[in-house]
């Protein structure tokens, strides 16, 4: 039996099962009964130029996945425009291509699948083999209506348009593993590092934040009552008439620490290792929560504790800061701190492990 034969045979076992289940097919005729007219292939192109835009914006979104410059830049910072316009053109590159497939697909539908309408009665028994039967040749009779083994140009732009999207969604998923940010510990951007770290050696004080970009508060011991809690970022002499760094210094995402003092006599019980970290009833933590990243404030109803805003997190001041109610896991970072002959508070170098929220370790 030919393919011609077959095809009408199947179709006409599709009328008659039809009808045997109370199915009334009203029009069921193919689009371009004269396969190659002018309609058809003006249909073919632009279902063609969908897949190939599919095609187009995963690649493009590979690409800058690859290559766009994606390391941190503050805002306002040189060069900074490159990297803000990194995670929209991932996500405007990949939205094209999710674009063009679907447009590809839809077009594809409106334009080359047989028109069909059928009105069917419904029913509660189970199937008999003839409904079985009929099944099957319906099946069989979508696969070939919708001409996927007849117009092979369609399976090869479905799947092109479909394997460039799957290629940039998987470069996206494992694109991370790949590119590892903790290979770089030598990098004063990389994320082992924080504006604390001091590579020249130059004394690092903790400036308090007045809401002046360029006001430049160093902290002294005296200036903070017992209980009391204060917002500081790093600096250093070398920055005291550099607007710009100065301005960094408090936008940068790593920086904030709360200063807190105890009151005076409080037990305090120290993560290992960090038993040194404080001076005297002082104490510096990462003002950025472990949880997500929110900023951690002193708990007004809680003494000894600092708050997350975002999920309650809180974090007990006589154990290290390690948290004890909410969902953050791990204790705020303890920035090592000391007061020196000028009198004021200085870091006594960078945090020993990564701010911020937990995921980061896991990279
Ligand atoms: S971000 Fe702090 S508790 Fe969620």
């Not at 979104?61 to 929209?88: E, I, K, N, S």
């Not at 991370?176 to 004063?188: E, I």
């Not at 002046?212 to 790093?234: F, N, S, Y």
């Not at 000028?342 to 492990?353: I, K, L, V, Y």
Request: contains cysteine.
């Amino acid at each position: 039996m030919s393919d011609e034969e077959g095809w009408g045979r199947r179709r006409a076992i599709l009328r008659d099962a039809a009808e045997m289940d109370g199915v009334r097919l009203d029009t069921y005729a193919d689009r371009w009964p004269v396969p190659g007219t002018r309609a058809e292939r003006r249909a073919r192109n632009r279902t063609l130029a969908w897949f190939g835009l599919a095609v187009l914006g995963a690649l493009c979104f590979v690409a800058v996945y690859l290559f766009w410059p994606w390391r941190y830049v503050p805002p306002l910072g040189h060069d900074a425009t490159g990297y803000h316009l990194y995670t929209p053109l991932l996500g405007a590159t990949f939205g094209l291509a999710l674009l063009g497939l679907s447009f590809g697909i839809g077009t594809y539908a409106h334009k080359f699948l047989p028109k069909e309408h059928a009105i069917q009665e419904r029913h509660d028994e189970p199937s008999s083999q003839a409904d079985q039967d009929a099944t099957a040749a319906i099946l069989h009779d979508a696969r070939d209506s919708a001409g996927l083994t007849r117009r092979s140009w369609m399976a090869r732009a479905l799947g092109a348009g479909a394997g460039a999207v799957g290629l940039g969604a998987g470069i996206g998923a494992v694109g991370s593993f790949v590119k590892d940010p903790w290979d770089q510990p030598s990098s004063p951007q990389s994320l082992w590092h924080t504006a604390w770290a001091s590579p020249t050696g130059e004394a690092v004080y903790l400036r308090r934040v007045t809401g002046k970009p360029d006001e430049v508060q160093l902290v002294r011991p005296e200036e903070l009552a017992p209980g009391a809690v204060m917002v500081c970022v790093p600096f250093r002499e070398s920055e005291r008439d550099d607007p710009d760094k100065l301005h960094d210094a408090l936008r940068r995402a790593d920086s904030p620490v709360n200063l807190v003092r105890l009151v005076p006599g409080t037990p305090v019980t120290p993560r290992s290792g960090q038993e040194s970290f404080n001076w005297q009833d002082f104490y510096a933590y990462s003002r950025i929560c472990t949880h997500l990243g929110c900023p951690v404030g002193m708990d007004l109803a809680e003494e000894d504790r600092l708050m997350c805003p975002c999920h309650s997190s809180q974090f007990d001041l006589h154990a290290g800061a390690r948290p004890i109610f909410g969902p953050a896991v791990r204790p705020l970072p303890q920035l090592p701190i000391t007061v020196d002959e000028t009198g004021n508070f200085r870091a006594r170098g960078d945090f020993t492990e990564p701010i911020g929220p937990s995921f980061w370790e896991l990279g």
